[in-house]
């Protein structure tokens, strides 16, 4: 089963901007579609963003024109830029892996946008 590893999260102040990371490993299907989920406090897990294998993306409402999904098939990894960062971006984000079997999540990493 594929493993994801996320990186990048951490504290940044309203306005600022935040990289995340995610690499995942194991076997790596043609067909599949990689995506970032966020659930903040007191708040249902919800889609911030998706990219297929072939480029193809889908945001959010809430976060177009500030968040940029990106992939790197060649290291098996998918990356979301965050600029104009809003406290109601605070959350925790999670990447998710999904082909046409089981989907993969991973362990989640903590976004948290206060002065």
């Known amino acids: 089963q594929v493993q994801l590893v996320e990186s990048g999260g951490g504290l940044v102040q309203p306005g600022g901007s935040l990289r995340l990371s995610c690499a995942a490993s194991g076997t790596i299907f043609g067909f599949n579609v990689m995506g970032w989920f966020r659930q903040g406090p007191g708040k249902e897990r919800e889609l911030v963003a998706t990219?297929?294998?072939?480029?193809?993306?889908n945001y959010a409402d809430s976060v177009k024109g500030r968040f940029t999904i990106s992939r790197d098939n060649g290291k098996n990894t998918v990356y979301l830029q965050m600029n104009n960062l809003k406290p109601e971006d605070t959350a925790v984000y999670y990447c998710r892996y999904s082909p046409l079997g089981q989907a993969t999540w991973g362990q989640g990493t903590q976004v948290t946008v206060s002065s």
């Open positions: 990219i297929t294998n072939g480029g193809r993306t």
